[in-house]
């Protein structure tokens, strides 16, 4: 059974950074297309990254791209985002899945941008 685990959400100023952590388990990280899909209140879930573990082969959407990183630690088999210079509408609760769409994801980690 596969089972996901975010963590390292918060409250941040605009401009600043957080790291997020996905840790799974029931699935082998190195052999997966991971994803990390976030939902801002009241909006439907909205992709941000995807991730090959095996090759490092990544994709981002192009409201994060170049402020977000997304990488894999397949020896501890967890996910990582690691977000800079955020903005207000990076507010969301952000999960990390195993699809796309995130019918699969965990139950994700609140990050708020407020000043």
């Known amino acids: 059974q596969v089972q996901l685990v975010e963590s390292g959400g918060g409250l941040v100023q605009p401009g600043g950074s957080l790291r997020l952590s996905c840790e799974t388990s029931?699935?082998?990280?190195?052999?997966?297309?991971m994803y990390w899909v976030r939902q801002a209140p009241g909006k439907d879930l909205e992709w941000v990254s995807s991730i090959f573990c095996g090759d490092a082969s990544i994709w981002y959407s192009d409201a994060v791209k170049g402020r977000f990183t997304t990488s894999c630690d397949n020896t501890k088999n967890t996910l990582f985002l690691q977000m800079g210079s955020l903005k207000f509408e990076d507010t969301a609760v952000y999960f990390c899945?195993?699809?796309?769409?995130?019918?699969?994801r965990g139950k994700g980690t609140q990050v708020t941008v407020s000043s």
């Open positions: 029931g699935l082998t990280l190195r052999s997966e297309w």
């Open positions: 899945a195993t699809d796309r769409g995130g019918t699969n």
